[in-house]
């Protein structure tokens, strides 16, 4: 059994105040929700202010991003121990805002997991194709790119201590979401390549989140389907209320 994950991405949002405030909130809008777990990826600068907030609400703390050298000379980048550090659990590795807007090619995201799993964090891989891919057929061939260049090589164990979200682009802050039989094609082929890539019963622990346009109003649908795990929302994680309804999510 495989306990629903939904990760909120507040991206380049929020200023100190609101961002406590925000963490206030959740506090009491997350109150008895069992079954599933939940997290939060704020921007750098608030991380180890809200360890301890997050922590109260039973919310796991998560970064955007990490480089993978330990330490040195890499002006303006952050390391797996100093996200540790602060207070994370998680990292979100190869969203696709740094795929196409920062330019972040497919080695990098590869080494960026593999310094999050050696510095004891969980990456959660983004993988998904934009809207023109899509519409030239392409979606299975994108996919199975990322996820093989991120995982190929890596022992089973670590396949394992993974998290994947699916992330069709075309979906990310459009409010156009996948349907939700669009979304389990691609879950489905995401977990075979895990199963090819280190065993059927790895690829059947690994948690699988559909990202793009996840609201109140359509997670309870996608997470109906048997091989969406969770979501990792964005726009609506950043409102206590709708972020709330969504971990709270109804089953089928
Ligand atoms: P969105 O973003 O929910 O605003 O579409 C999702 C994401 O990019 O993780």
Redesign the pocket.
Known sequence: MRTPLI?G?W?MNTLREEAARLGRELGDALAGATGVEAGICPPFTHLAALAEPARKAGLALGAQDLFWEPKGAFTGEVSAAMLKDAGCSYV?VG???RRHVLMEPDDWVARKLRAALQGGLTPIL?VGETLGEREQGKTEAVVTRHVRSALEGLAPADVGRIVV?Y?PVW?????R?ATPDQAQEVHALVRKLLAGLAGADVADRVRIQY?????PDNVDVLLAKPDVDG???????LEAASFARIVKFRRA
Do not use: Q, R
Request: one cysteine or more; a neutral charge; aromatic letters at 0%.
């Open positions: 990760i991405n991206k979100i969203h696709s805002e983004c979200a992330e979906a990310i802050g459009t409010g979401n990202g793009g346009s996840v609201k979501a990792l929302v964005g726009g609506a994680s």
